[in-house]
Protein backbone atom coordinates (compact mmCIF):
# COMPACT_ATOMS: atom_id res chain seq x y z
CA UNK A 1 0.00 0.00 0.00
CA UNK A 2 1.44 3.12 -0.70
CA UNK A 3 0.76 7.18 -0.19
CA UNK A 4 0.51 5.89 3.70
CA UNK A 5 3.51 7.89 4.90
CA UNK A 6 4.85 4.95 6.32
CA UNK A 7 8.45 5.37 4.40
CA UNK A 8 8.71 9.11 5.40
CA UNK A 9 7.93 8.68 9.67
CA UNK A 10 10.79 5.38 8.91
CA UNK A 11 12.97 8.05 7.83
CA UNK A 12 12.15 10.90 10.25
CA UNK A 13 12.55 8.60 13.13
CA UNK A 14 15.63 7.57 11.27
CA UNK A 15 17.64 10.97 11.40
CA UNK A 16 15.93 11.93 14.71
CA UNK A 17 17.74 8.61 16.44
CA UNK A 18 20.91 9.21 14.29
CA UNK A 19 21.20 13.08 15.36
CA UNK A 20 19.37 13.00 18.73
CA UNK A 21 20.37 9.89 20.33
CA UNK A 22 23.72 9.05 18.54
CA UNK A 23 24.81 12.59 18.09
CA UNK A 24 25.91 12.58 14.14
CA UNK A 25 26.78 15.81 12.44
CA UNK A 26 25.81 13.90 9.10
CA UNK A 27 23.90 11.14 7.40
CA UNK A 28 24.71 9.86 4.28
CA UNK A 29 22.68 7.68 1.41
CA UNK A 30 22.74 5.94 -1.76
CA UNK A 31 19.59 5.32 -3.95
CA UNK A 32 19.17 4.06 -7.05
CA UNK A 33 17.59 6.72 -10.11
CA UNK A 34 14.85 4.84 -10.99
CA UNK A 35 13.52 4.54 -7.46
CA UNK A 36 11.89 8.21 -8.00
CA UNK A 37 9.54 8.48 -5.44
CA UNK A 38 12.46 7.42 -2.61
CA UNK A 39 14.42 10.77 -4.12
CA UNK A 40 11.13 13.13 -3.60
CA UNK A 41 11.07 11.80 -0.19
CA UNK A 42 14.61 12.38 0.92
CA UNK A 43 14.60 15.40 -1.16
CA UNK A 44 11.69 16.65 0.94
CA UNK A 45 12.98 16.13 4.27
CA UNK A 46 16.22 17.85 3.05
CA UNK A 47 19.07 15.75 1.40
CA UNK A 48 21.38 17.26 -0.58
CA UNK A 49 22.48 14.89 -3.96
CA UNK A 50 26.31 15.13 -3.39
CA UNK A 51 26.70 12.32 -6.64
CA UNK A 52 26.10 9.63 -8.68
CA UNK A 53 27.93 5.98 -9.66
CA UNK A 54 27.01 6.19 -13.34
CA UNK A 55 25.69 2.77 -14.83
CA UNK A 56 26.28 1.21 -10.99
CA UNK A 57 23.46 -1.50 -11.67
CA UNK A 58 21.91 -3.36 -14.33
CA UNK A 59 18.45 -4.25 -14.23
CA UNK A 60 15.60 -5.55 -16.26
CA UNK A 61 17.81 -5.34 -19.20
CA UNK A 62 18.75 -1.43 -18.08
CA UNK A 63 21.48 0.05 -16.39
CA UNK A 64 20.93 2.62 -13.46
CA UNK A 65 23.03 5.44 -11.69
CA UNK A 66 23.21 4.93 -7.61
CA UNK A 67 22.95 8.14 -6.12
CA UNK A 68 25.02 9.67 -3.17
CA UNK A 69 22.30 12.50 -0.65
CA UNK A 70 23.59 13.95 2.47
CA UNK A 71 22.30 15.78 5.19
CA UNK A 72 23.36 17.48 7.63
CA UNK A 73 22.94 18.31 11.46
CA UNK A 74 22.35 22.01 11.02
CA UNK A 75 20.61 21.21 7.84
CA UNK A 76 18.01 18.64 9.80
CA UNK A 77 17.48 21.45 12.71
CA UNK A 78 16.53 24.20 9.82
CA UNK A 79 13.89 21.85 8.06
CA UNK A 80 12.73 20.29 11.52
CA UNK A 81 11.79 24.12 12.74
Known sequence: RWDQG????????????????LNLHRVGLTVFSYNQRA?????????????????FLHRGGQRHDM???GLLRREWETSAD
Not at 39 to 55: D, M, N, P, V
Open 67 to 69: YYY
Open 6 to 21: YGREAVELTLRYAFDE
Open 39 to 55: IALYEKLGFTYEGAQRE
